[in-house]
C-alpha cells in the first residue's frame, strides 16, 4: 500500500447555461422568474428592502425577532391553524435576513405555488405579532445571543466590525445585535419595523416551469393590499485604509486558544473586480488547498484551520481573515499570517494555483445552481446589487478566462497588509506582552 502525494489535476468544467429571465410588474410590484422547463417543484420568495441596514441604532435585531415572528400566526389564522395551512400543501415558509434585505419563501408542486404564495404573503404582509409571542420570540433570540457570545468569537467579530466601520454606525456592530441591543427590542419596535418596511410591495422571485405558471396571479397574491415606492438606493461606501497596523485584545482569562480575526474594508459585491477579487481571495485563503491553510496548519501546525474572504454586500465589503490557535503560538501565529498576505499582495498568484481556483470557482457555481431554491437565490442576488440579468450567463466564462496578471493585480490592489486591524480574543495574561514584542503593530484594548 502506498499513499499518493501528488494533488490531481482540475478536471474540465462541465457546461452550464443559467436559465432566462423573465421580468413583468404587476400591482406596484415587479416579478423576477427563471424559466426552468420540466422542473415539478416551484421556489417563490418576497424580496424586501428591509435588511438589518433599517435598523434603529440600539435595537439591532429587529429584523431578526420579526422574521421569527412571522411563524407565529396571522390576524386571521393562529400559529396551528397558520402550520395547517402550510402543510396541507406540503410547503414551509422559510425567512432570512442579511445586512441589505428581508426575505420570504416557499417551495412547492409548481401547481400549487398560487396558493403557497398567498399563504407566505399572508404571514409577511398581516402577521399577527401578538405582544406575548413578540415578547417571546425576543427572550428566545436574546438567551441564543447570550449563549453564543459566551463562546469565542462573536466578541472578536464585533471588535473587528467597529473598528473597521465605526461603533457608531450600523455597519459598525453586528447583523444581528448583540444580546444588549437584542434585549432592548420592543414590541412597539417589531410593529414598526414591519409597518415601515414589510407593507411595501418588494420584488417576488419565482423559479421553476414559467410555463405552467401565471406571473401576474403570482404577483398579485404577493402584493395584494401593498403601498409606498421602493427606497432609493444609496451608494457604496468609501473603502478607507488605515495607515498602520493596530492589535486589537479582548481578554478572555483562561482561555487556551486565541481566536484571530483579522481585516480591512473592502469594495461591494456590484464592483468590477469582483471577479478576480474573488479567486485572489480563493488562493489566498477561501479552499482547503488556499496559501494561508497550507502554511498555518499544514507547515506550521498552529491550527486546524485558517480561513480568508472577501465579505461584499451592496454598500460595502470586508476582507477578513478568521482562525483559532493555540496561546503559545499567537504571536508567530499573526506575524506568518500577515506575511503572507504581504507576500500574496507583492508577488500575486501562479498560473498552477489559479487554475485550481478557477475550476473550482466555476465549477461551485454549477453544482450550486440545480434547484429552484438556489436560483430563486441568484435572482435575488442580480436584484439586490443592480446586477443585469445576463450576468449569470457569462459569470462562469468569466471565472474560468481570468489571467495570472488580473488576479495578481486584483492582490496588488485590494489587499492591504499594512493597514491590517488584528484582533485577538484570548488570555491577555499570557499574550499580551508577547504581541507587543512581536512589534505586528500597536497594542489597544477593546471594549469587548
Known sequence: MSLVATRPDPGDARPYAFPAIRRTSVAGGEVVAAHLPGQLLATASLLLDAGAARETAGREGTAAVLAKCLEEGTRTRDSAAYALALEGLGAELTTSVDWDSFRAGVSVPADLLPRAVTLMAEAVRTPRLDPADVTRVRDDEATALRMDWAQPGPRADAALRADLFGAAERYGRPLHGDPASMAAVTVEDVQAFHTGWLTRPGVLLVAGDLDRLDLAELGAA?????????????????????????VLLVDRPGSVQSTLRLGHRAPERAHPDYVPITLMGTVLGGAFTSRLNHLIREVKGYTYGIRADFAMTRRFGRFGVSSSVQTAVTAPALADTVGEIARTRLDGVTEEELAVARTWRAGSLSVDMQTPGSIAGALATLVVHGLPDDYYVTLRQRLLDATVEDVSAAAAKYLHPDGLTLVVEGDGALIREELAASKIGDVLDADF
Do not use: H, N, Q
Not at 404577493?222 to 497596523?245: K, M, N, Q, Y
Open 222 to 246: 404577493a402584493f395584494a393590499g401593498t403601498s409606498g415606492a421602493p427606497v432609493p438606493a444609496e451608494g457604496p461606501l468609501d473603502v478607507p485604509i488605515a495607515g498602520s497596523r493596530r
